[in-house]
């Protein structure tokens, strides 16, 4: 059975950091292209971060110097670390791999969990 579990949000001042993470079970992270994407309210979901199999990485431009993507192949989990946040950061963050999982011929999403950034 497939599940993404996101955890690690909250409300933070500007300038302050995060630090999420995404347990997955159904699938390896290490097997797999892993996303982090997070959708702001009234806004399209966005992918803001990727690590790939090989360990290269990919940054949206807004969050690069600020962000990391890392993963733990033992924990099966993956973490999205976040630095000198920004209010427009606020979104409700998500995980899923590269292609998104299924489940019944529909994109499986977990959770998410909420980033609040205060001004």
């Known amino acids: 059975q497939v599940q993404l579990a996101e955890s690690g949000g909250g409300l933070v001042q500007a300038g302050g950091s995060l630090r999420l993470s995404c347990a997955a079970s159904g699938s390896r992270v290490s097997d797999n292209r892993m996303d982090w994407y997070r959708q702001a309210p009234g806004k399209q979901r966005e992918v803001v971060a990727s690590i790939t199999r090989g360990g290269s990485f990919y940054y949206t431009n807004s969050v690069k110097g600020r962000f990391t993507i890392s993963r733990d192949n033992a924990k099966n989990t993956v973490y999205l670390q976040m630095h000198s946040l920004r209010p427009e950061d606020t979104a409700v963050y998500y995980c899923?791999?590269?292609?998104?999982?299924?489940?019944?011929?529909?994109?499986?999403w977990g959770q998410g969990t909420q980033v609040t950034v205060s001004s």
């Open positions: 899923n791999t590269n292609p998104p999982m299924q489940l019944s011929g529909k994109i499986y």
